[in-house]
Every structure is written in C-alpha cells, then in structure tokens.
C-alpha cells in the first residue's frame, strides 16, 4: 500500500513549489529576453532547472538518474520516454541538456506552468487536429536544424496502470526524417508520487535511466514503424528489469495474466 506524506508536510511542499513557479516567472522572461539563441536554449535551459528545484524540494521522493550521458548536449536528439505521472515533466527537467517539450495546447494554456513553457519555447499540439499536428512537427524540426533535442512522450497519455501502450509515431517520423538519433528514456516510480485522487504527495522511488541512443543514419520513412517498435521493446526491457517481472507483465498491448 502506499504510503502518503503526512497533510501538513504536503500542504509546506506545495506551499514551497508555488513559491519556486511565481518566482521563475520573471526571472525566466529576462532570460527570454537577453537569449539570442535561435533556439531560445538558454532561456530552455533555465526553465528546466525550475523542475529541478521542484523534484527536489519534495521530501516524500528519492530520485536516482542514470545511464549514457551525452558528451555534447547540442548534438540534437529526438528523445522519447514512457509517461507515468505529471511528475514526470520536473523529474526528467533535472537532466542536463536542454529540449523542446511536445505538450498538450491545455497545458502552455494553463496559469504559470503555462507561462514558463511558453517563455522557454515549448510546443503545443492538439492532438484531435492533423494540422496541428503537422506544423508541430514543422516547429519541432526547426528546432533540431538549431542543435536543441526535442521532447515526445509517443504514448501520448499517461499510462493509467503503468504499463507501455501504443506509441503514436511522430516522433519516430520526425528523426527518420531530420535523421537524427533517437534518445530513449525510461522511468518508473513516478506513478507514485501523486495519487491522481488527491492532494497528498506518495512516498516514491523513482528511476530514471538514459537508454543508449538508437542511430536513424540511412532509414527511410518506410523504416518508421520498425523503429518505433524497436525503442518500444527496448523501453518495455527496462520496466521488466526494474520490476523484475516477464516483459509480458508491464507490455499493455499484451494480454497478461496478472
């Protein structure tokens, strides 16, 4: 069963991430400002690092990163990781290299949260509109000829059981296409970290690992499917490992039994 941070630990926590987004804001604007960068990376970069601040100032969540490191963060990647929980956005913010997130439109519309992404030059999607996901693969390769990484969770969704469902294969199109490397991301724990019921933040482990980059040098769009299934087994391996468990049992396009 898991366990919650008591009330009033979680009423300081929130307190204190309220404290860090009304902060950044102004702070993230200058950066915007003074950032000449055609990919706004600096002012990306210090976005990021308020999601760095906020997975660490939560008491209840102990986080372990690693994996490959990248020996020059603006060689650009496609980089695609599982969704588990709105946590996952601070948590893989800590990573040390700046990209573009691909985000629901809802999301860049909300107060604050919203704000900053907009400022750093995150992309909105609506994903009910073809269009709009066209020009967002547009803005997203823009961004890569600019030597910045960008950001897909290819599920689309958070899972609801914590298993890997379908991936939608824009991603997958667009560094085929760009013919750049695709950047596998793995995390697990965060599913935890706040019940979607309530208010309390859950005690968590949480882990997030840096997959070895997979190359797209010579495949063609053909090769998109074939790739997206590629980095999917490869994510499903690392939750069955961490689980301890047969892949069968964390893939959600498999019948399992429990």
């Given amino acids: 069963m898991q366990t919650l941070l008591p009330k009033f630990e979680s009423a300081l926590t929130w307190a204190a991430l309220i404290v860090l987004i009304v902060g950044w804001i102004p702070m993230c604007a200058v950066y915007r400002i003074l950032d000449r960068d055609p990919a706004h990376y600096h002012s990306g970069r210090f976005l990021r690092r308020l999601g760095w601040c906020m997975s660490r100032v939560n008491r209840a969540w102990r986080i372990d990163v690693d994996g490959v490191i990248l020996e020059n963060p603006r060689n650009p990647y496609v980089v695609v990781c599982n ?22 439109k809802e999301l860049l519309r909300t107060p604050l949260i919203g704000s900053l992404m907009r400022l750093a030059g995150d992309i909105p999607v609506d994903r009910s509109s073809r269009f709009s996901r066209m020009k967002t693969l547009v ?31 824009g991603a ?4 085929i296409k760009a013919q750049v490397p695709v950047l596998p991301l793995v995390i697990d724990g965060s599913q935890h970290t706040l019940p979607p019921s309530g208010w309390q933040f859950g005690r968590a482990h949480v882990r997030l690992r840096v997959l070895s980059p997979v190359d797209t040098a010579g495949l063609k769009p053909e090769d998109t499917a074939a790739l997206s299934h590629r980095i999917r087994q490869l ?6 490992r961490w689980r301890n468990v047969p892949d069968t049992r964390v893939d959600g396009l498999l ?3 429990p």
Wanted: aromatic content about 12%; some cysteine.
């Fill in 255 to 257: 019948n399992a039994e």
């Fill in 139 to 169: 803005r997203a390769r823009d961004y890569i000829r600019n030597r910045c990484s960008v950001m897909f969770f290819p599920e689309g969704t958070r899972s609801p059981d914590g298993k890997l469902y379908e991936f939608q294969t």
């Fill in 235 to 240: 994510m499903v391996g690392q939750l069955a």
């Fill in 172 to 175: 997958f199109s667009l560094a």
């Fill in 83 to 104: 969704h588990l929980s709105l946590a996952d956005i601070p948590i893989i913010s800590g990573l040390p290299w700046e990209m573009k997130w691909i985000a629901k």
